[in-house]
């Protein structure tokens, strides 16, 4: 049984979006709530900036749902740095519990099942926040941007951006109901090229879906989408395959949030965005306000996470994939 | 409200500890489940010797339960290497959901707090692994343990051992009850020396305990013991002093697991045990079993984490502390 239905509905009563420069002339580029056209957001490094988005993000969402620090029993966060360092730092002014998390570019559905877990063992009101920086995770997985390594055509754009979710237990104004759950196994496929983490995913995010879908009984064309996090392009195609060779050939609803967040006639892109801020601020800016306003009915948001750090890497290790699901439901229907 | 009364009461059903030859020389030595007198744990690098600390513990604390893969909902795991990476390359052959988490040495009851909170939403049997390894953490953290870098009188020694729990919803044969749990808030107290974690978690886990006692109006005395995670000789004093200055003078039954898991005669270790490890070793081989024999018949353990990276560390910023605290009594009192 990995499909978990709460007893008691959580809801996502907020959200909100932070984005670079490069987010902001993107295809969603609008819907953000907050916005840079310096990547540094004012900071001195990468790092800071990068905690400067989980700041900006949580305080605009509790300020979107009136709610204030002391009405948060728990924080879950995470990002891309190493120990969690975005969110230590970026958080630290909260005087609210916190728990780090991580899940590599699926932090935002690890967390959001925690708290939906949360919600249901009695914590009224959890946050969520992630983020990623283009500067700060490229410096520290692979090179500096600032030498201008070439960049292989399977490699995805690390999204510098956030976003942070306020999940409870009512539902008056809110989002988006929780409706299931699908946390994600470990997917090893053997993949060593830290430049295709479509690849290293696409096996973890079929393997959830298939696992969803054996186990509920429901199939994708129940779903007004199905969303994967950030698999881009090439990760999109195998994953497609994989999902016909296990009997759903028909996904024409798929979208993926690396694919959705970049105007496609950028060439630095390559295969798409990725970052645990991508899933995230596609779910923040474009996917909860559609079930919100009853444009969507239901979906599901699968965000995956390619597992590796620099030394794993450079050890010749694997990069195995993760891929956690959530289901949304409008609250309206 | 920060203290969390489970309504599902959880129990540890079984654990799980495994050290290296410093560990195994230390005074817990013949309490662990497994010890190594080769750190490599026989593999050819540091990081997957602690790789293989979290694959044995999980599959020994398994064995003792007499449980297998399939009766475990989900995983929680954490350690100080980069994106998790001894719990995933450890674990990796598990196919069970996986949750990664990160509260630095606080991990192992960042871990069973989240367990609780699981088993209270309804998944039966969760299962908390972490682990550290000096060589690792040292070379990731500071220098290569190769160098023969000079350690301050203020450091510690990171732990080579971790632990795995089981926490499930049966009481029958339970080594302990899961009373009440406390999640922790970051403390930031301006310490930038990383050879120093003592005095960075010792506020934080006098925040804790404080919002403990006030909260449930209970105090030290009510307690066999009051533990922490591994504040060391330096924090453990700063420690009582904190508690004294906020009215709790007499915390003589205060003990770190941090002085308890090495041989006081062993002058490297200069302040103390320290590590994701270092508590939870501590909590799997002495504390648990005396609470399943009856021996304690209740405690509050608190594991403190330093929240810091090599990066923010070399930018200049602080180390906030963090303390994670769980009730844990006997299930035959």
């Keep these: 049984m990995r499909v978990l239905r709460p007893t008691v509905t959580p809801y996502i009563m907020g959200c909100a979006s932070v984005g670079g420069n490069k987010e902001r002339k993107g295809q969603l580029g609008d819907l953000f709530d907050i916005t840079y056209t310096?990547?540094?957001?004012?900071?001195?490094?990468?790092?800071?900036?990068?905690?400067?988005?989980?700041?900006?993000?949580l305080t605009k969402a509790m300020e979107k749902c009136n709610i204030s620090e002391k009405d948060i029993g728990c924080m879950f966060?995470?990002?891309?740095?190493?120990?969690?360092?975005?969110?230590?730092?970026?958080?630290l002014d909260y005087k609210i519990p916190l728990f780090g998390i991580f899940g590599a570019c699926s932090t935002a559905a690890e967390g959001l099942?925690?708290?939906?877990?949360?919600?249901?063992?009695?914590?009224?009101?959890?946050?969520?926040?992630?983020?990623?920086?283009?500067?700060?995770?490229?410096?520290?997985?692979?090179?500096?941007v600032e030498?201008?390594?070439?960049?292989?055509?399977?490699?995805?754009?690390?999204?510098?951006?956030?976003a942070s979710f306020i999940v409870g237990c009512r539902k008056e104004?809110?989002?988006?109901?929780?409706?299931?759950?699908c946390p994600g196994i470990m997917c090893d496929s053997g993949i060593t090229d830290a430049n295709n983490m479509g690849a290293a995913m696409a096996p973890a995010a079929a393997d959830t879906f298939i696992a969803y879908f054996n186990e509920?009984?429901?199939?994708?064309?129940?779903?007004?989408?199905?969303?994967?996090?950030?698999?881009?392009?090439?990760?999109?195609?195998?994953?497609?395959?994989?999902?016909?060779?296990?009997?759903?050939?028909?996904?024409a609803n798929h979208r993926d949030c690396g694919l959705l967040i970049?105007?496609?006639?950028?060439?630095?892109?390559?295969?798409?965005?990725?970052?645990?801020?991508?899933?995230?601020a596609?779910?923040?800016?474009?996917?909860?306000?559609?079930?919100?306003?009853?444009?969507?009915?239901?979906?599901?948001?699968?965000?995956?996470?390619?597992?590796?750090n620099a030394a794993t890497v450079q050890q010749g290790n694997t990069v195995p994939g993760i891929c956690h699901l959530v289901k949304l439901c409008s609250t309206g229907g």
């Excluded at 925690?114 to 520290?140: F, K, T, Y």
């Excluded at 064309?221 to 016909?244: H, K, N, P, Q, V």
């Design 113 to 144: 099942i925690l708290a939906s877990l949360s919600v249901n063992a009695g914590i009224d009101l959890c946050s969520v926040s992630v983020s990623s920086h283009n500067c700060s995770a490229e410096r520290q997985f692979r090179y500096p």
């Design 262 to 280: 970049y105007d496609p006639r950028d060439e630095d892109i390559k295969c798409g965005g990725s970052g645990c801020g991508c899933s995230a």
């Design 282 to 308: 596609v779910l923040s800016s474009l996917i909860l306000p559609d079930l919100k306003r009853g444009r969507l009915k239901n979906v599901l948001f699968a965000a995956t996470g390619a597992l590796m």
């Design 38 to 57: 310096d990547d540094r957001f004012g900071k001195d490094t990468w790092e800071e900036a990068e905690s400067e988005i989980q700041r900006l993000s």
């Design 147 to 162: 030498y201008g390594a070439l960049r292989t055509p399977t490699s995805q754009w690390t999204v510098t951006g956030g």
């Design 216 to 251: 509920t009984g429901e199939s994708p064309e129940d779903f007004d989408y199905i969303f994967t996090g950030d698999l881009g392009a090439e990760g999109s195609d195998l994953f497609r395959l994989l999902m016909a060779e296990n009997g759903y050939p028909n996904i």
């Design 77 to 91: 966060a995470g990002d891309l740095l190493n120990q969690c360092g975005a969110s230590v730092f970026g958080l």
């Design 173 to 181: 104004n809110a989002l988006a109901e929780i409706k299931a759950v």
